[in-house]
């Protein structure tokens, strides 16, 4: 039995700041790997990981650290101050 190979497409990227090909190039050149292999292997990496929505992160951090936000006291200071003259 043969091993199936999923279609592949070619793709451009435009824009890349010289620092970061530059970053990629020396990361794939310490792998052995062509630049291709490389840029192919750290965006299967990255979307491997699992994705959090806005929400999912606000309510691990108020879970941690608490409800964020002002007071009474600091709205009111803040109102006061943001008042015209």
């Known amino acids: 039995m043969g091993t199936?190979?999923?279609?592949t497409v070619s793709m451009t990227l435009k824009g890349i700041p010289e620092s970061l090909l530059?970053?990629?190039r020396e990361e794939a050149d310490r792998e052995r790997r062509s630049l291709n292999q490389q840029a192919i292997l750290l965006l299967e990496r990255a979307l491997e990981r699992?994705?959090?929505?806005?929400g999912e992160l606000f309510d691990e951090f108020v879970e941690r650290h608490g409800v964020p936000g002002f007071g009474d006291?600091?709205?009111?200071?803040?109102?006061g101050a943001a008042e015209p003259n």
């Not at 199936?4 to 279609?7: D, F, I, R, V």
């Not at 699992?50 to 806005?54: A, E, G, L, V």
């Not at 006291?73 to 109102?79: C, H, K, T, Y």
């Open 73 to 79: 006291e600091e709205l009111g200071s803040l109102r």
């Open 22 to 24: 530059s970053r990629l």
């Open 4 to 7: 199936t190979m999923e279609p």
């Open 50 to 54: 699992p994705t959090r929505s806005f």
